[in-house]
Structure formats: C-alpha cells, structure tokens
C-alpha cells in the first residue's frame, strides 16, 4: 500500500471517529485505527511508549515510520517500548 493509500484510509477513520467525541482515548482509538487498517490489508503496528518526567503513557498506530492517526509532534515524547 503507498503511503498515500494509508493516508487516505486513516483520513476515513479520523473523520468517522470525531463523530464521538470522547478525549484521552488513545489505546481503544489506536486499537481501532489498528483494526480498520488491517481488515483493509494494509500492514501496520500498534506502538505503545512512555516518557518519564512526568511519567506518561500514550499509544499510536505505525506502518513503517509513517505515523497514522496521530502527530510526529505529539509521540516524538515517547519512547517505543512495545510494538504489536
């Protein structure tokens, strides 16, 4: 899939989900982004980091390094610490 095909895709998804809005919800939205993605044959990681001053958890979707569903400014915090 070229990354235009997972933009376009993830661009499906982040609409439909601002239709709940619900905030801090980033394991079950990643989840689902990760879900979505792969019943579409598209080959991608549910990545989970943390950063430790302030301790912080936060979780993303990844097909190779291009970030879906989230910012590079937003998990560049982050250390990967698990990549399902």
Do not use: K, Y
């Not at 809005?21 to 990681?45: E, G, I, K, V």
Request: proline fraction near 6%; charged fraction near 20%.
């Amino acid at each position: 899939m070229t990354p235009g095909q997972a933009a376009a895709r993830t661009a499906l998804f982040v609409r439909a989900r601002q239709l709940v809005p619900a905030r801090d919800t980033c394991l079950p939205d990643s989840m689902a982004l990760l879900h979505f993605l792969r019943s579409r044959n598209m080959a991608c990681r549910l990545v989970l980091g943390v950063r430790l001053d302030p301790f912080e958890a936060h979780c993303w979707v990844q097909d190779h390094d291009m970030i879906l569903g989230d910012t590079h400014e937003r998990v560049a915090c982050f250390t990967p610490i698990l990549q399902l």
